[in-house]
């Protein structure tokens, strides 16, 4: 058994809240909400608990340059024309993660990519020369899964629902997509 398999016996469940992103008008500086100084809460106990994150409490919004800073509203990636997104959980149950490929008809516009997972958040940064693809490693309750399917089929289960990938361009904004989703399984172009 692989030191990153789920010892979980039920499936972890998180509260449906977008984690926040501020931007500042100013310098254009990018910031995520953490924690509210709290810990996490439960807010269902029972055999599959469902937690509350701490960042799903915050409430003040930081400030930049001595102003507040402007929270990002995430748009879902299909909004944007000329974008292809595919989202593949790989891996089955010894080595499960997330293959996120994207391509564009230009450059590579992310600068960033943030995955939301059962117990917190994994970011990537994007390199100029990018290669268009970006693998998310899991461990532990976010490595949960029914079967050892790899790629995952999509089955009605969807293991990995509350899971969402925020990707963030300069250019275009905040952009969401839950990977969990079957529409969001396959490609998508605009």
């Known amino acids: 058994m692989s030191g990153t398999r789920s010892r979980s016996f039920?499936?972890?469940?998180?509260?449906?809240?977008?984690?926040?992103?501020y931007r500042c008008s100013s310098c254009g500086a990018i910031s995520m909400g953490v924690s509210d100084g709290r810990g996490i809460a439960t807010l269902e106990h029972g055999r599959a608990p469902l937690h509350e994150l701490p960042y799903q409490r915050i409430r003040n919004?930081?400030?930049?340059?001595?102003?507040?800073?402007?929270?990002?509203?995430?748009?879902p990636f299909g909004e944007i024309p000329g974008i292809s997104v595919e989202a593949r959980f790989i891996g089955g149950y010894d080595a499960n993660a997330l293959r996120l490929t994207w391509s564009t008809p230009e450059h590579n516009p992310?600068?960033?990519?943030?995955v939301r997972t059962f117990s917190g958040m994994q970011m990537?940064?994007?390199?100029?020369?990018?290669?268009?693809?970006?693998?998310?490693a899991f461990a532990d309750e976010d490595a949960y899964?029914?079967?050892?399917?790899?790629?995952?089929?999509?089955?009605?289960?969807?293991?990995?629902?509350?899971?969402?990938?925020y990707a963030y361009a300069t250019e275009i904004g905040l952009l969401r997509v839950d990977p969990a989703k079957p529409q969001t399984r396959s490609t998508f172009l605009l």
């Open 10 to 21: 039920w499936k972890p469940r998180i509260a449906p809240v977008d984690v926040p992103f």
């Open 61 to 75: 919004i930081p400030s930049c340059c001595g102003n507040p800073m402007d929270i990002l509203a995430a748009r």
């Open 110 to 114: 992310f600068e960033w990519i943030c």
């Open 124 to 136: 990537h940064y994007v390199p100029e020369r990018d290669p268009g693809y970006a693998i998310f």
């Open 145 to 165: 899964c029914y079967c050892d399917k790899s790629p995952c089929e999509s089955c009605t289960f969807l293991c990995k629902r509350g899971f969402t990938v």
